[in-house]
DNA sequence: GCGACAG
DNA sequence: ATCTTGTCGC
């Protein structure tokens, strides 16, 4: 098994984090409506971490849009490249994931992060960094609300409310399962937030979490447990 | 000012 | 994210 290293020039300290994140913010395009529910592909991606031994497992897993059928995964193993702080999520998973996501044999359609995009303190979550970066349409969907308002959408799924920061909708809580905590939803590069949200419903047919982020969830702790075996026990 | 804060 | 048993339910 081979371990990536961080790349060259990667941010080490929170200061150049944040202006690689301003620079990658000044190539985000908003407003797309991006690829239309159920077609072409649609691709999970997730990380497990070993702070133990300073490992991080990513995975990508390929789905065909229409079916929900697997069609490509590939993982990586990397080095955890930057401490997790709040805001600056991505600089802690992107190296690994793009390397994962560089081994699919499969076109990845469109993105599907565990995490946000436009909801985040400086309106550039993971799922926005992941997007600029591959050029690929991307959309956020997180577990939890983070620092965002919002109000208890209604009980049946498929109903929803605003993610608010600052007076501002920076995406939605939307419930995918009645009578089941929301997911929040927002949009991360080329891809507008109604169809962001068309997405995740389509993608939740049976789960809480789309099908994507359950089956890339479930492939990174694999090769994450694979890994450390790998490394010695 | 201090704490909380996606994963 | 991760530390973690049994248990209820499909």
Not at 56 to 81: I, Y
Not at 103 to 114: I, K, Q, Y
Not at 122 to 145: C, E, M, Q, W, Y
Request: hydrophobic letters at 40%; a negative charge.
């Amino acid at each position: 098994m081979t371990i990536i290293g961080i790349p060259q020039g990667w941010p080490a300290d929170e200061r150049t984090a944040l202006a690689v994140q301003e620079d990658l913010r000044g190539r985000l395009e908003l407003g797309e409506p991006g690829p239309g529910v159920g077609e072409g592909n649609v691709t999970g991606v997730d990380v497990a971490y070993d702070d133990e031994r300073d490992l991080v497992a990513a995975a990508a897993v390929v789905l065909d849009a229409r079916t929900l059928d697997v069609v490509a995964e590939a993982t990586a193993v990397g080095r955890v490249s930057f401490p997790y702080v709040p805001g600056l999520l991505a600089f802690r998973e992107v190296p690994t994931v793009l390397a994962a996501l560089g081994r699919l044999t499969a076109d990845p359609g469109l993105l599907v992060c565990d995490g946000y995009g436009l909801a985040h303190p400086r309106r550039f979550g993971l799922a926005s960094h992941l997007g600029v970066l591959t050029g690929l349409p991307s959309i956020g969907v997180a577990k939890n609300p983070f620092t965002f308002g919002y109000e208890q959408p209604g009980e049946q799924r498929g109903e929803f409310s605003a993610l608010v920061a600052e007076g501002e909708t920076v995406g939605r809580a939307l419930r995918t399962r009645a009578g089941v905590k929301p997911v929040f939803v927002s949009v991360g590069h080329r891809v507008s937030l109604e169809r962001a949200c068309a997405h995740t419903l389509h993608l939740t047919p049976r789960y809480r979490l789309p099908e994507t982020t359950r089956r890339a969830d479930a492939l990174c702790r694999r090769a994450l447990g694979e890994a450390l075996t790998a490394q010695s026990g």
